[in-house]
């Protein structure tokens, strides 16, 4: 089991960029394909993007492509997500998550992923 954790998150005014981390230790953490998801209040996790394991290719919900990158450091076992021009729409707790499967439309699905961090919360003031 890998172990995640979130960190970066904080009040930012619409507009704004924001870097958040996910740390990630245990046994063959880079094997995994890392994900970031978020969740509002009342809504259903949403994903946001996504990174394979060496971290030549990368994935976008709709609603963040063009404003968000995701990168991964594998020597620091550490994923990162860029957020970029924020909008208050944009506002949700992050999630961090690991899997291990074959990479499929399903890694945009909570469900595909095994391991998740604790979460940070980002808000982004009108």
């Known amino acids: 089991q890998v172990q995640l954790v979130e960190s970066g998150g904080t009040l930012v005014q619409a507009g704004d960029s924001l870097r958040l981390s996910c740390v990630a230790s245990g046994r063959d953490v880079n094997s995994a394909v890392m994900g970031w998801f978020r969740q509002a209040p009342g809504k259903e996790r949403e994903f946001v993007a996504a990174i394979s394991r060496s971290g030549g290719t990368t994935y976008f919900a709709d609603s963040v492509e063009g404003r968000f990158t995701i990168s991964r450091d594998n020597a620091k076992s550490t994923m990162f997500l860029q957020m970029n021009s924020l909008k208050p729409e944009d506002t949700a707790a992050y999630y961090c998550?690991?899997?291990?499967?074959?990479?499929?439309?399903?890694?945009?699905?909570?469900?595909?992923?095994?391991?998740w961090g604790q979460g940070t919360q980002v808000t982004v003031s009108s």
């Open positions: 998550a690991a899997g291990w499967g074959i990479i499929t439309r399903d890694i945009m699905t909570p469900v595909w992923y095994r391991d």
